[in-house]
């Protein structure tokens, strides 16, 4: 165990809280980008730097990261349990089957880099030089020798588009700029994506697809500051990014206005014929254009309330929508225009209750 008995103990949980923030962020960041993209190498710098403080701070030559019946523990100290960062953290080194990890003074951006796409779902974590794994069994027959496989791998972009949710501070305007480079990096990993891939195909899809990414994020953004975590928070987020997947089924020509109102049928349909598709995305997929009341909307043979899900969608639905017919005006000028038809529609086919947290939200990220 370290001796920081001669250190203020403030300044040692200091510097080990911006360890433990540096690791967890490099670790989402090599998740959603390869090892080489500058946002990547801006990760690994970041660690080295908070990896040297905490050297400093806590006298010590090798810091030690310990699983210990899912609580982490820093140099055999249980740490913070409640923060976002240890639980992510947390869920990084499970999902990499390792227990012990030991980061010894020397270590190299290289032998981080590995480290870092080892807890990112990559391929097995292994020692070096300057780091120790301890693991449980890494790599048997069925990984064909990539560890965790491509379920790490999904498993990690997931947690880093939820930090990626948490962390937004410069407003809904970058949402579109950001999930796309994530989505340029990961859109081969992940079987949503692949969905996806079909707007991408025909020129005249191409705003669809934008538009599915940026109404994802901002579901999970807004249903992160409802509460919502875990299952429910990953359902609504696949449920978002895939609720216009029905438009497929048009093969790029831009059908009638009648319908183009049977896309939510069709998207629940093409889900529901999935091998292993959640209930949630099938239901968003169905529901998002249906009155929050059960009062309206369509398909119109539904007449029901639809879930949280599909209300969280419906919200950003219509913000983003909004916001892209309006793409030739000001920012500023779009947001307004945008408040202002979610207020219009409050009461009528949105929940005012959520329109009114979605707002203060954006206000909020300004």
Not at 20 to 38: D, K, N, V
Not at 134 to 160: C, N, P, Y
Not at 233 to 247: M, N, Q, R
Not at 333 to 355: I, K
Request: with cysteine; charged share 20%.
């Amino acid at each position: 165990m370290t001796d920081t008995g001669n250190l203020a103990p403030a300044e040692a949980a200091g510097a080990t809280r911006g360890f433990l923030m540096g690791l967890s962020h490099a670790a989402s960041t090599f998740g959603l980008y390869p090892a080489e993209h500058p946002r990547a190498r801006q990760a690994l710098g970041k660690l080295q730097e908070a990896f040297a403080v905490a050297l400093t701070a806590r006298q010590t030559e090798e810091v030690t990261l310990l699983l210990v019946d899912d609580d982490l523990a820093v140099d055999h100290e249980p740490w913070q349990r409640g923060s976002v960062y240890a639980a992510a953290l947390r869920k990084a080194m499970t999902r990499a089957r390792v227990e012990r990890l030991t980061l010894q003074l020397g270590v190299t951006g290289e032998e981080l880099a590995d480290l870092l796409q080892a807890l990112a779902g990559a391929y097995p974590a292994t020692s070096g030089e300057h780091i120790q794994i301890g693991r449980l069994a890494i790599g048997d027959s069925s990984d064909d020798g990539f560890g965790a496989g491509l379920e790490g791998r999904i498993d990690a972009l997931r947690d880093g588009l939820d930090l990626l949710a948490e962390d937004l501070t410069k407003g809904f305007a970058q949402l579109e700029r950001t999930l796309w480079q994530v989505l340029e990096t990961t859109a081969q990993q992940d079987r949503t994506f692949a969905l996806l891939a079909g707007f991408r195909e025909d020129g005249q899809n191409e705003r669809l697809w934008r538009h599915s990414i940026n109404v994802g994020l901002l579901a999970i953004h807004h249903g992160r500051a409802l509460g919502l975590a875990g299952e429910a928070l990953h359902g609504l987020g696949v449920g978002a990014l895939l609720h216009d997947i029905g438009y497929l089924d048009f093969e790029g020509r831009m059908p009638s206005p009648a319908l183009r109102r049977r896309h939510p049928e069709l998207g629940a349909r093409r889900l529901a014929a999935i091998e292993g598709m959640a209930e949630v995305p099938i239901l968003v997929a169905f529901e998002h254009h249906l009155a929050w009341d059960g009062r309206g909307g369509y398909p119109e043979s539904a007449a029901r309330r639809p879930g949280l899900a599909a209300q969280i969608t419906a919200v950003a639905d219509c913000w983003d929508m909004v916001l892209q017919a309006g793409a030739t005006l000001p920012y500023p000028a779009r947001h307004d225009l945008a408040v202002a038809e979610l207020q219009r529609r409050a009461g009528a086919m949105l929940d005012p209750f959520l329109v009114a947290s979605f707002v203060e939200r954006t206000s909020a990220t300004e």
